[in-house]
């Protein structure tokens, strides 16, 4: 995209958004989050003013982040860095700026904080307790289980269409994970009779070739990740489970601590979620505490 000598900081926006769509492959949602945090930046520093990055100095990167990290978790604060140097790389890339910026935003390094999940026992209590008698509960039962058994993410599931599903083969096709890259998933039996189910018994009529669609306010328009997650929350109340989290999330984590727990290995788990790096699926082992006792060698001195 070409891009002109003066710009309005929408027009930026919109060719930084091109950029991870079509250079980076990034997701949807994951562009949003990026957009929120690039115009943050670029309104502190042009506010109204056009768009000029040679004007941009390492002052100005170090205090973005610095006033980052006095009003977000550390977490986001992570992804206030991620998103700034993708942005001054996007504006070297462009011919917008010509040094290497990016170098200067500061690295903000945290312990990773274990996954919010539900035991084994919790976790197979709420996929056992999934209904199946109103067009609703058919709907919420195959969205939870394509969260439960395949690891699908909320935005996925959503976006999920007909033509994703190849019953012959017996594979679903997520077009675009949050890294960007599409995957292919395993159709197992539990989830595709409940997507069977509820595209035979629940589904509204619709032209649209999203598989879920919302029953009440607007039958037939598709859903959006919202949906799975006040799914996801129905279900648990119905269950009488007091859970760490509440969002689709939780089902992912659930699934990757209980695959781990029952011997599949971290590079299975890793293509199954579509993680790019081992080092995203690792944080699942530090949940594994039986499996940490049986490798622990006795310690010295201990009773016996």
């Known amino acids: 995209m070409t891009i002109e000598d003066t710009l309005s900081i929408d027009a930026v926006l919109t060719a930084f958004d091109e950029y991870l769509r079509r250079v980076r492959g990034v997701s949807p949602e994951a562009r949003r989050n990026y957009a929120r945090y690039a115009q943050s930046f670029l309104s502190a520093r042009f506010d109204k003013r056009p768009v000029d990055f040679s004007r941009v100095s390492v002052s100005d990167v170090v205090s973005f982040v610095t006033d980052a990290t006095s009003r977000y978790r550390p977490p986001t604060?992570?992804?206030?860095?991620?998103?700034?140097?993708c942005l001054l790389r996007f504006a070297r890339s462009e011919g917008l700026l010509?040094?290497?910026?990016?170098?200067?935003?500061?690295a903000v390094r945290r312990l990773p904080s274990l996954p919010r999940r539900l035991d084994s026992v919790e976790f197979a209590d709420l996929v056992a307790s999934?209904?199946?008698?109103?067009?609703?509960?058919?709907?919420?039962?195959?969205?939870?289980?394509l969260g439960a058994r395949l690891g699908m993410r909320a935005g996925e599931i959503a976006r999920l269409?007909?033509?994703?599903?190849?019953?012959?083969?017996?594979t679903i096709t997520v077009q675009t994970r949050k890294t960007g890259r599409g995957a292919q998933l395993?159709?197992?039996?539990?989830?595709?009779?409940?997507?069977?189910?509820?595209?035979?018994?629940?589904?509204?009529?619709?032209?649209?070739r999203q598989v879920f669609v919302i029953h009440r306010q607007h039958p037939g328009a598709p859903i959006d990740r919202r949906t799975v997650g006040d799914a996801v929350r129905r279900a648990l109340r119905n269950a009488g489970i007091d859970a760490p989290a509440h969002g689709a999330n939780l089902l992912r984590h659930s699934l990757a601590t209980d695959l781990l727990r029952h011997g599949t290995s971290l590079k299975e788990i890793a293509d199954l979620f579509g993680h790019r790096s081992l080092g995203s699926t690792q944080i699942y082992a530090k949940v594994d505490v039986t499996a940490l006792r049986e490798a622990a060698l006795p310690w010295p001195g201990a009773l016996r």
């Open 77 to 85: 604060v992570q992804l206030v860095t991620s998103v700034l140097r």
């Open 98 to 106: 010509a040094g290497r910026l990016d170098e200067a935003v500061p």
């Open 130 to 145: 999934l209904g199946s008698s109103s067009p609703r509960e058919l709907r919420d039962r195959a969205m939870i289980l």
């Open 161 to 170: 269409c007909l033509d994703d599903i190849d019953w012959r083969s017996g």
């Open 186 to 208: 395993p159709l197992v039996f539990e989830v595709g009779e409940a997507i069977a189910a509820y595209l035979e018994h629940g589904r509204p009529r619709s032209e649209v």
